[in-house]
């Protein structure tokens, strides 16, 4: 059974950073594509980003290019998004999800708050 548990959100001013966590069971980060989305209050859910397996890369939205980074622990099978010079739009809950033998599996979430 697939598990995804996001950790790691909180209320933040804007310029300060969070480093987000998606421990996940049932699956091996290191050999599936870990994707991060969000979904802002009253916004549909938007892709963040992507890294992919094999060591492949990472992809990104065009609004967090050079603020987030994705990476992952292979010993601990947790997935992270770093997210640096947090903007009051990028207030959302933000989830990670995993594509696998032709199901998408969602973690429950964690809200990301970015005000003064």
């Known amino acids: 059974q697939v598990q995804l548990v996001e950790s790691g959100g909180g209320l933040v001013q804007p310029g300060d950073s969070l480093r987000l966590s998606c421990a996940a069971s049932?699956?091996?980060?290191?050999?599936?594509?870990m994707n991060w989305f969000r979904q802002a209050p009253g916004k549909e859910r938007e892709f963040v980003g992507r890294?992919?397996?094999?060591?492949?890369?990472?992809e990104y939205a065009d609004s967090v290019k050079g603020r987030f980074t994705i990476s992952r622990d292979y010993a601990k099978n947790t997935a992270y998004l770093q997210m640096n010079s947090l903007k009051p739009e990028d207030t959302a809950i933000y989830y990670c999800?995993?594509?696998?033998?032709?199901?998408?599996?969602w973690g429950q979430g964690t809200q990301v708050t970015v005000s003064s």
């Open positions: 999800s995993v594509f696998f033998r032709g199901n998408m599996y």
């Open positions: 890294i992919l397996n094999g060591g492949a890369g990472t």
């Open positions: 049932g699956i091996m980060v290191g050999t599936s594509h």
